[in-house]
């Protein structure tokens, strides 16, 4: 049998994109925030190499210097929070999953045909509340609470906030902090641009008159062409274009000090009088965001770097030996995932737990297999909810 | 005990893949990891409850110190955002290293308790930190049950 060694990201499930040997992990649709970076370093290219030069003479060197610390800190926050993993729950593997749904078939106990067997929930208390755990139907686990499944890039995600196309990723808990201060730094770096951008006018102004100043100054533009499409708020203007980023800010902010994601806050999963109350805050606003912003780095679980074994020549002539003929949840509108690679990825574990011989025992469900679960999800609006662009 | 193995390498080569016992986790407390103490019933012949308990309260123990929110974990996060968490790049988090112990933890309980009593503990990282997975193996040379653990009293004769 030829085998070859490849890392284990070539093989994960879910719509997620690799780069740099498995380090980079993104969604598959970029072009957003392509944008994105193309907005952030044009807008600050125009802001260097037009008003910076003047103010540096005229006002202080601090002032560019400080534009340029601000400028790297949103890249770094950008790209950190794009790059990383937010948080992706690996999918169960087979024996796990046949583990799990033999105890939900002792739950149910029998089911007569032809009745739809009852929803896959599981019942926790949280600090004296009832949750309800919802088995996640793609990935064949029950969803640890807080953990939310992205349709777009077909993973589950713990502490799911939302799925961001800004960001070209999700948002969830290993990846949160840096969103928030992307966005936080972002409107720090947006006031600071336009603040300065009027002070160069205004000081040009005085001295050349207001014409000559836009012609000297080109890369005002932008900027300008935006105050004049309202002749007497300028301010208003400026205000619109900043709502965007600084009111999004604002609202993490608030979610921050309730320790809410995006995600519970558009369920409304805590508000409402005959729901429970939010069992993970710690009604207290600091501690809030202490635990949320200063809270342990949480490590990836999903273990893309590691290698497996895979055999070239058993891929040629895979049947689809599991019983995943299971119809997939309403949350993806995609074609089902095939599973081919869950044999593989069954053999390669059973490989290195070194029990080579009792791979074909391992392939054999230790039980009778069940019959396909004809019950999807249906919860409709958490699929809404999805697919939501922020 | 009927199936006597006397350490982890004998115990890949000459035992054959009885069953998984799943620990799952344990939420009453919130979202810290935390597993369940509860014995499961196909262990029981196995190994001693208390032994179990131990291993899974140890655990916990460690989990908790690395999820904990004090002074160090404010300290890593403040100084980490000033230098825009580049510092990450050259240090190690405090998670990564509780989980180095973990690992660590874990091979010494493998190699004293489990595989002597024909276990192995998966460490519950490669399970996305959502299960103990606990393998049940059984002597390759006793009758050829593979379905259940239960057969461990027939297999004397090796």
Redesign the interface.
């Known amino acids: 049998m030829i085998t070859r060694k490849v890392r284990k990201w070539e093989k994960l499930p879910g719509k997620n994109t690799f780069c740099c040997d498995g380090r980079v992990m993104m969604a598959r649709q970029k072009g957003v925030f392509y944008l994105t970076l193309f907005l952030i370093i044009g807008t600050c290219s125009l802001f260097f190499a037009f008003e910076c030069p003047y103010l540096a003479v005229h006002l202080s060197p601090a002032i560019p210097v400080f534009a340029a610390v601000l400028f790297?800190?949103v890249m770094?926050?950008l790209l950190?929070t794009s790059f990383s993993d937010p948080g992706v729950?690996?999918r169960?593997?087979p024996?796990?999953a046949t583990?799990?749904e033999m105890e939900i078939e002792a739950a149910n106990g029998n089911v007569p045909p032809g009745q739809r067997a009852p929803p896959r929930i599981r019942n926790?208390?949280?600090?004296s509340q009832i949750?309800k755990?919802k088995y996640c139907y793609t990935c064949k686990?029950f969803r640890?609470?807080?953990a939310s499944h992205c349709s777009i890039c077909d993973n589950c995600v713990d502490?799911f906030d939302h799925h961001c196309p800004w960001v070209g990723n999700c948002v969830g808990k290993r990846n949160y902090?840096?969103f928030y201060?992307f966005t936080l730094s972002l409107s720090l770096l947006t006031i600071y641009i336009f603040t300065f951008n009027i002070v160069h006018v205004a000081m040009r102004s005085v001295v050349s008159g207001f014409l000559n100043t836009l012609k000297d100054t080109p890369g005002t533009y932008p900027f300008l062409c935006l105050i004049f499409l309202q002749k007497d708020t300028p301010l208003l203007v400026c205000f619109f274009t900043l709502w965007s980023v600084v009111g999004l800010t604002g609202f993490h902010t608030y979610l921050i000090s309730l320790n809410q994601t995006t995600n519970e806050d558009i369920k409304g999963s805590w508000s409402g009088k005959n729901r429970i109350q939010n069992?993970?805050s710690h009604k207290n606003i600091i501690k809030n965001c202490?635990?949320v912003?200063?809270?342990?780095?949480?490590?990836s679980?999903?273990?893309r770097r590691g290698l497996m074994q895979e055999d070239l020549v058993a891929l040629a002539a895979l049947p689809s030996t599991n019983s995943d003929t299971t119809p997939q949840t309403t949350k993806t509108t995609a074609p089902l995932i095939p599973n081919e690679h869950t044999p593989d990825e069954a053999k390669s574990i059973?490989d290195s737990?070194?029990?080579k011989?009792?791979s074909p025992?391992?392939e054999q469900p230790?039980?009778a297999k069940l019959p396909p679960l004809a019950s999807p999800e249906t919860d409709a609006e958490t699929s809404i909810a999805k697919d939501k662009p922020h | 005990m009927a199936t006597e193995f006397h350490n982890l390498q004998e115990l890949?080569?000459s035992a054959?893949?009885a069953?998984?016992?799943?620990v799952q986790?344990d939420?009453?407390?919130?979202?810290t990891c935390k597993f369940q103490t509860k014995f499961p019933t196909e262990l029981e012949t196995r190994i001693e409850r208390s032994l179990f308990e131990d291993t899974v309260k140890t655990l916990n123990n460690y989990y908790a110190e690395?999820?904990?929110?004090g002074g160090q974990?404010?300290l890593?996060?403040?100084l980490?955002?000033a230098t825009?968490?580049?510092i990450?790049l050259c240090m190690e988090?405090?998670?990564?290293k509780v989980?180095k112990k973990i690992a660590k933890y874990i091979q010494e309980q493998n190699e004293k308790i489990y595989a002597p009593r024909g276990l192995?503990i998966t460490d519950p990282?490669?399970?996305?930190?959502?299960?103990i997975?606990i393998?049940i193996y059984e002597d390759r040379g006793s009758s050829g049950s593979?379905?259940s653990s239960s057969s461990v009293s027939g297999s004397t004769t090796r």
């Open positions: 790297l800190f770094a926050m950190r729950l690996p169960a593997l024996d796990e583990f799990i926790v208390q949280i600090n949750v755990l686990i640890p609470p807080r502490r902090r840096y201060m069992p993970y202490c635990e912003l200063c809270g342990p780095t949480y490590p679980v999903l273990d059973a737990a070194a029990e011989s009792s025992k391992e230790p039980s | 890949r080569h054959s893949l069953n998984k016992v799943f986790r939420y009453s407390e919130g979202t690395a999820e904990k929110i974990s404010y890593e996060g403040c980490a955002c825009a968490y580049l990450f988090t405090r998670y990564e989980l192995l990282i490669e399970r996305g930190m959502r299960v997975e393998s593979s379905s």
